[in-house]
């Protein structure tokens, strides 16, 4: 009998992959790194209302901690709007705005 079909033979002498399967193992190997968003509590939350409250009123930068799955990241702009029926903050910096979800916001300052 051939050396292939012995044991692991088979799948040793066969080392190709596909793209989906390449991509599905680089996709899992992501997940293991995927953090779970911290919940803030009341005091937080206030810091952040006051913070946001400030840079409306007082057309001030901020900066905005915004959380990810993988890494947080810091969005520093002037507060233009606060939807409170979507639940979001639209940030404006130089010529560009972002909205921000409130559930995503970590921490703000001013």
Not at 12 to 21: A, L
């Amino acid at each position: 009998m051939s050396k292939k079909l012995q044991g692991n033979g088979v799948y040793e002498s066969s080392r190709f992959i596909i793209p989906q399967h390449k991509e599905a193992a680089i996709r899992q190997a992501q997940e293991v790194h995927r953090r779970k968003k911290p919940s803030l509590d009341e005091q937080q939350w206030e810091m952040v209302e006051q913070a946001l409250s400030e840079s409306i009123r007082e057309h001030v930068p901020i900066a905005i901690h915004v959380f990810g799955a993988f890494e947080n990241r810091e969005v520093t702009g002037m507060v233009t709007r606060v939807d409170t029926y979507r639940k979001q903050v639209k940030l404006s910096f130089e010529d560009d705005y972002e909205w921000i979800k409130y559930e995503d916001i970590i921490a703000a300052e001013a």
